[in-house]
């Protein structure tokens, strides 16, 4: 009596060498979400990838607390971007950073809902970060700041602009600690004057891109400051910032790129005899 070949299914591929490692990565969250609907089979499967992965970007998403603790199985991310997620809250995010401590992207760029509160895992256990965005981040305080200046010491890429609480000291121990700032963002923070930029221009040698739009404040010896010390910056955006003149500008025109452009001569007067 012959016996009935049995067809190869999908679920017959070996699940962690093939359908986790090659298969499960072209899909969005949506649709790994969508997949761990199907059945049991699917849902073990979506888990397994869900739990290896070592980058999380959920911009602009909403998600329920029970579906965002799907993530708490997480453990090797080393990239969390959850830029303009405004339903979140600091109990459903800080497992997440407890559990992820080889972080090196941090992403919480107008995440409205959260508190200082969610930063205290990072701080303290996040030893290699590198990147930290924290744009708009209106809970953002001096004393945060301070205990990220404290216990960290590899951050090259910092957004911290429009936080408008955080007080110019701790920027500039910002600032002072971290020397490997290659990226800087403090736009729309109104309370940044040359004291940091003089600051900068001593300990922040390696720094590349500066915007400093909107920081009213600033004048032409904060600039020169920048110009004379800051052999590194190629990029400076000094938009809204009235007190800059050309003055100091034009130190550094042919070597970085200004988002103003050189002013206009003004035309001398002809005078003809009649």
């Given at each position: 009596?012959?016996?009935?070949?049995?067809?190869?299914?999908?679920?017959?591929?070996?699940?962690?060498?093939?359908?986790?490692?090659?298969?499960?990565?072209?899909?969005?969250?949506?649709?790994?979400?969508?997949?761990?609907?199907?059945?049991?089979t699917?849902?073990?499967?979506?888990n397994?990838?869900?739990?290896?992965?070592?980058?999380?970007?959920?911009?602009?998403?909403?998600f329920?607390?029970?579906?965002?603790?799907?993530?708490?199985?997480?453990?090797?991310?080393?990239?969390?971007?959850?830029?303009?997620?405004?339903?979140?809250?600091?109990?459903?995010?800080?497992?997440?950073?407890?559990?992820?401590?080889?972080?090196?992207?941090?992403?919480?760029?107008?995440?409205?809902?959260?508190?200082?509160?969610?930063?205290?895992?990072?701080?303290?256990?996040?030893?290699?970060?590198?990147?930290?965005?924290?744009?708009?981040?209106?809970?953002?305080?001096?004393?945060?700041?301070?205990?990220?200046a404290?216990?960290?010491?590899?951050?090259?890429?910092?957004?911290?602009?429009?936080?408008?609480?955080?007080?110019?000291?701790?920027?500039?121990?910002?600032?002072?600690?971290?020397?490997?700032?290659?990226?800087?963002?403090?736009?729309?923070?109104?309370?940044?004057?040359?004291?940091?930029?003089?600051?900068?221009?001593?300990?922040?040698?390696?720094?590349?891109?500066?915007?400093?739009?909107?920081?009213?404040?600033?004048?032409?010896?904060?600039?020169?400051?920048?110009?004379?010390?800051?052999?590194s910056?190629?990029?400076?955006?000094?938009?809204?910032c009235s007190?800059?003149?050309?003055?100091?500008?034009?130190?550094?025109?042919?070597r970085?790129?200004?988002?103003?452009?050189?002013?206009?001569?003004?035309?001398?007067?002809?005078?003809?005899q009649?």
């Amino acid at each position: 009596m012959k016996t009935q070949k049995r067809n190869i299914h999908f679920f017959d591929l070996y699940w962690e060498d093939i359908l986790v490692s090659k298969v499960l990565p072209y899909l969005t969250i949506q649709e790994c979400f969508n997949f761990r609907c199907v059945s049991k089979t699917c849902l073990q499967i979506s888990n397994m990838y869900i739990s290896k992965m070592n980058s999380l970007k959920l911009m602009n998403k909403g998600f329920s607390p029970h579906t965002f603790g799907v993530f708490n199985s997480c453990t090797k991310l080393t990239v969390i971007n959850l830029s303009k997620c405004t339903t979140l809250n600091d109990s459903e995010i800080i497992p997440i950073f407890r559990h992820n401590v080889n972080l090196t992207h941090l992403n919480l760029s107008q995440c409205k809902t959260l508190s200082a509160k969610c930063l205290q895992p990072v701080i303290l256990y996040c030893t290699n970060l590198k990147v930290l965005k924290l744009s708009r981040c209106a809970w953002l305080t001096t004393g945060a700041v301070e205990a990220l200046a404290l216990h960290q010491s590899r951050i090259e890429d910092a957004d911290l602009s429009y936080c408008p609480i955080i007080s110019e000291s701790c920027i500039q121990i910002f600032i002072k600690k971290f020397r490997h700032l290659k990226i800087f963002n403090l736009e729309g923070n109104k309370q940044v004057s040359d004291k940091s930029l003089i600051a900068m221009s001593k300990y922040s040698n390696s720094l590349s891109l500066l915007n400093l739009g909107g920081c009213s404040d600033i004048t032409d010896k904060g600039i020169k400051a920048l110009a004379v010390h800051c052999s590194s910056l190629q990029g400076l955006l000094i938009r809204g910032c009235s007190k800059v003149t050309e003055n100091s500008l034009r130190l550094m025109r042919n070597r970085v790129h200004l988002d103003r452009r050189p002013a206009e001569p003004v035309p001398q007067p002809i005078y003809v005899q009649i």
